[in-house]
């Protein structure tokens, strides 16, 4: 029932989550564990991954073989940069093909550039890698994106680091229809409801780091997003009682009361 397949690879957990802003690799190892979180994505310019040799490396905490590792391409506002650093992770990590592209076009909002997001997946794909996207909640550019070739398309729910929560579900019911792909929101969750809510909309999974690492207890936090992930999905597939403004139905039977 929980089981998401990326690339061929099927995951027992559909919440995937990043391994920055943490105080230390000891709180990220803690937080990964308490999420149950088998995808990690790691910011390749700003994490160690063994490219700035005599550092404690993330590798130590979180080894290649108990996480599949998601090297992302935060901090790139340019499809050269984008490219360039995954081919560095692609090194880094003995030929590891599977990455999550972000090219963003704003350092204040970190809103994606999505003309050069375009650029940058069409030569990723041509050049073997499985990328997972992050875009904006625009479904003809998601749709573009899978045409390209994407094995996951990533839309934001709100702005990076935002907390805001899920701002436009309407946006994302398109994509989710339209898309034949997994789609994972990625991006302004803050608390379990937000998280529950992407899955109960039929998001595939959900990819967050700030909303964990950000809280006064990130590993209780952490804790909270499994849950909530696997409470969403289960509501999704049970299928939600339809809405009315008011019901004359009552939840009670009416026969045999006594009189």
């Known amino acids: 029932m929980h089981t998401l397949t990326i690339a061929g690879t099927t995951y027992n957990s559909r919440l995937l989550v990043g391994t920055g802003k943490y105080k230390d690799f000891q709180e990220t190892r803690a937080a990964i564990d308490a999420s149950g979180a088998e995808i990690v994505t790691v910011a390749i310019r700003r994490t160690n991954i063994g490219q700035n040799a005599g550092e404690p490396s993330l590798l130590d905490y979180l080894p290649p073989d108990e996480f599949t590792y998601l090297p992302n391409t935060a901090g790139c506002y340019t499809t050269d940069d984008a490219v360039r650093t995954l081919r560095l992770a692609r090194e880094l990590l003995d030929g590891h093909k599977l990455v999550k592209l972000e090219v963003l076009g704003d350092p204040n909002t970190l809103y994606p550039n999505v003309v050069e997001t375009l650029r940058a ?11 997972m996207v992050y875009t904006s909640d625009d479904p003809i550019i998601a749709k573009q994106l899978e045409e390209i070739g994407c094995c996951a398309v990533m839309p934001l729910a709100s702005l990076i680091g935002s907390g805001m929560g899920i701002l436009n579900p309407w946006n994302l019911q398109i ?9 994972l929101v990625d991006a302004g969750v803050g608390t379990a409801s937000d998280a529950a809510i992407a899955m109960e909309l039929g998001c595939d999974g959900v990819l967050m780091n700030t909303a964990i690492a950000g809280a006064r207890d990130p590993v209780l936090m952490a804790s909270a997003m499994r849950k909530a992930i696997e409470a969403g999905r289960e509501s999704f597939l049970a299928g939600r009682m339809p809405k009315k403004l008011y019901s004359a139905t009552p939840s009670s039977p009416t026969t045999g009361l006594i009189s």
């Open 121 to 131: 997946a069409e030569i990723l794909v041509k050049d073997g890698f499985d990328v």
């Open 175 to 183: 994509i989710i229809e339209n898309a034949k792909i997994p789609v």
